[in-house]
């Protein structure tokens, strides 16, 4: 079995255990918050990331702190205990007291995120409550340290209890655990949203890929069948030939005078193979042009021409059944590019067709009118380019039959479809005849569709592109 | 499950899973509500604004290993985190499911009790076998336990016939309200017992983390302010085996 795992993490997603303050923090913001608590409490604070690096620092310099480091000695200790402090680890509990020489304390507190130490915060210098006097490690670090001038510069410094200090540490860290949540859950989202979308792709890339095997497959057979269609019928017409050929030649009395009974038996057989054959035929045709090796032998047509000829091959047809069959030609038809034989083709087999499903006295009309397509002005790109050569010959076959239900309309062209099966027997046909004809006007760039004919019947409509009018001549003009 | 030794850390995933509005969100917010911070971290949900799961809800627990192996081989402490996550029900979000599914070391199923959803949890349940399928892993290497919610609506599947559903499955089955706090506690006890107890006898947890097998659920619930005894929730258990050690998967 092959798995197909996501290739994203929800873990990664969520950093565990990877996350930094550093990364999910903006660093002006935090600078921001740092100040406003230094101007609301007075006491300096510093923000370190769990490497060292300074994030966010809202301390002054302590007035005092700044005269202790006018002294080269006073420098070096100052310089010493800040470092101490930058350095100093929050410890197992997470919050640690570290004394200065002057008397002022600082406190390291753990910053903490999902149970994990995310980084350091720093607050202080600050005096303890209870101080009032220099103490005496200040002045032990420089001679130099003028006990007057340190002792009015203390009080400057900012004063506060230790359990203050606590509670202002508490509530800032829940400030910036409140932050740091709010920017884990912005990341998260984003992130989950990206490999979601990754997620959702790959699997739609793999479904695409079976899908397109599938379509390849499937062409590969449809192509293996139209091959196979095109042998057998090749190999069945030549021994029918024969059958048509000899049937006929008994028919004819060549091989001796036959009996009334006899006659009609090999009539039978003459006209079954011939309908056998046109079944043939029409396969044959069928997957030549599903092939695309249906030559055709495109000349000059004039369609006013095959259409009278189909009229007239087909009248003694509609006469025998009682339908009348009418030609509506428009003035001017003119000729276009085409096979003549096959556009014959496609209007027997519609009229044809026509008359097979229209009841006796019932009528089929051949209409044809020349349909110059208009767009809309301003609606279609490059109209004025192409407008002039848009114009099409429109041959309708109109009948009063059965009519064909909107919804099989699109079927009706599909090969061996009927729209009811049992009108198969009622009506006969192989159910080729219409996949040939669309097939044979789509070879001729045009296109077929079905009306309705009001009140009762259907219209088949064949639109031909293309065609040149018949070119009236331009009145002499004599002077 | 993530062992990572440098950090003294055992990462363990529950997944809540089942079908859409069936109350994966609201266990978790209930089982929020019903413990006391300080093992329990903040929830996070990624949902639309009308209360949908977007992507997952996530309730992280961290619990530190106090037993009594623990103290006295004087080793500073392995720390347990467990971490909750639902996914979302709606079926478009197929491909989530199948990300926050991934890695998943026990299954809390949380269908609907109502008559109507009945269709709606078993198509959950072929969802979570597919999506496991498609992960490699399968529901019988898996520790699940069923959940059925909403047990305070009208028109819901009888105790009775839960009861004899519950019989004949192998997977524990809990009955649960929710959104009133009842059997979520059940719930998720009972499946941390199912999957620390396999992967316990997979990996050898207890001895990593210095605790008796038997002591980590316990110590667990206390940790979450428990107060009462953890065996009475698993005891809320009406089917299914909650104590079988889960078909070990061949190596």
């Known amino acids: 079995m092959t798995h197909d795992a996501p290739q994203v993490l929800v873990e990664d997603v969520l950093l565990d255990g990877r996350i930094r303050l550093e990364d999910l923090i903006d660093r002006d913001g935090l600078d921001e918050l740092c100040r406003s608590f230094h101007a609301l409490f007075g006491i300096p604070v510093r923000i370190y990331s769990t490497d060292g690096a300074l994030l966010a620092d809202a301390a002054g310099e302590q007035e005092l702190c700044a005269y202790v480091n006018t002294t080269s000695e006073g420098r070096k200790a100052c310089a010493s205990v800040v470092g101490a402090v930058r350095a100093c680890d929050p410890g197992e509990t997470g919050d640690v007291v570290h004394p200065c020489f002057t008397g002022a304390t600082y406190r390291i507190l753990a910053i903490e995120y999902d149970g994990r130490r995310v980084g350091r915060l720093i607050v202080g210098p600050f005096l303890p409550n209870n101080l009032n006097d220099p103490p005496p490690s200040l002045y032990a670090i420089d001679p130099a340290i003028a006990p007057e001038r340190a002792k009015s510069l203390l009080p400057k410094m900012p004063r506060a209890k230790a359990e203050t200090v606590t509670r202002i540490a508490a509530h800032l860290k829940a400030v910036l655990d409140l932050i740091l949540f709010s920017g884990h859950k912005a990341h998260v989202t984003s992130t989950m949203h990206l490999a979601s979308v990754r997620e959702s792709y790959r699997q739609l890339e793999e479904k695409t890929g079976r899908l397109q095997e599938a379509f390849d497959r499937l062409k590969e057979l449809d192509r293996l069948k139209s091959n196979f269609l095109a042998t057998v019928s090749h190999e069945l017409r030549t021994p029918l030939t024969s059958i048509i050929g000899y049937s006929e030649m008994l028919a004819e009395g060549l091989a001796g005078e036959l009996r009334p009974e006899q006659q009609e038996f090999v009539k039978t057989i003459h006209e079954k193979g011939e309908q056998l054959l046109s079944l043939i035929m029409g396969l044959l045709d069928l997957s030549k042009l599903e092939s695309g090796t249906m030559r055709m032998a495109m000349r000059t047509a004039r369609m006013e021409a095959v259409l009278r000829e189909v009229v007239s091959t087909l009248t003694p047809t509609a006469r025998k059944k009682g339908v009348h069959l009418e030609l509506d030609l428009e003035a001017g038809l003119g000729e276009m590019r085409g096979d003549p034989e096959r556009l014959r083709q496609v209007f027997l087999n519609l009229v044809e067709n026509a008359i097979k499903f229209t009841p006796a006295s019932g009528s089929v009309t051949l209409r044809t009118r020349m349909v110059a397509e208009e767009a809309a002005d301003g609606e279609e790109e490059g109209l004025s380019l192409l407008a002039p050569t848009r114009s099409h010959l429109e041959v309708r076959v109109e009948d009063t039959g059965i009519g064909i239900p909107p919804r099989e309309r699109a079927k009706v062209f599909d090969p061996f479809y009927q729209v009811d099966s049992s009108s198969t027997r009622e009506y006969g046909g192989t159910g080729l005849g219409l996949s040939i004809v669309k097939r044979l006007v789509e070879a001729h760039s045009g296109d077929i569709r079905i009306e309705d004919n009001p009140p009762r019947g259907t219209t088949f409509v064949v639109s031909l592109p293309q065609v040149t009018p018949t070119v009236t001549e331009a009145p002499r003009v004599t002077g | ?251």
Not at chain 2, 53 to 66: E, H, Q, V, Y
Not at chain 2, 112 to 135: G, K, M, P, V, Y
């Open chain 2, 1 to 251: 499950m993530q062992i990572n030794f440098g950090g003294r850390e055992i990462g363990i995933k529950l997944v809540y899973y089942g079908p859409a509005l069936s109350g994966k969100t609201t266990n978790l917010r209930s089982l929020h509500q019903m413990t006391t911070e300080g093992s329990r971290g903040r929830l996070m949900t990624l949902e639309t604004k009308d209360d949908r799961t977007l992507f997952f809800d996530m309730l992280p627990l961290t619990f530190r290993a106090a037993g009594s192996a623990a103290r006295r081989e004087g080793e500073r402490s392995m720390t347990l985190r467990v971490k909750i996550f639902t996914v979302p029900g709606q079926v478009l979000h197929a491909s989530t499911r199948r990300l926050v599914l991934q890695g998943a070391d026990g299954v809390a199923f949380i269908a609907d009790s109502q008559i109507s959803e009945t269709e709606h949890n078993a198509a959950s349940f072929l969802d979570l076998r597919q999506n496991l399928a498609e992960l490699g892993l399968s529901l019988k290497q898996l520790p699940v336990i069923i959940q059925f919610n909403k047990r305070d609506l009208d028109r819901v599947r009888s105790d009775d016939e839960i009861g004899a559903l519950a019989r004949r499955g192998r997977e524990p089955v809990f009955k649960a309200s929710a959104v009133n706090g009842q059997g979520v506690l059940e719930t998720f006890f009972g499946l941390l017992h199912l999957t620390w107890t396999r992967l316990d006898a997979e990996h050898q947890l207890a001895k990593m983390i210095g605790v008796e097998s038997t002591e980590l659920v316990p110590m667990a619930a206390r940790q979450l302010g428990l107060t009462g005894d953890v065996s009475t929730l698993l005891a809320a258990c009406v089917g299914g085996n909650l104590d079988r050690h889960t078909t070990k998967v061949p190596a």
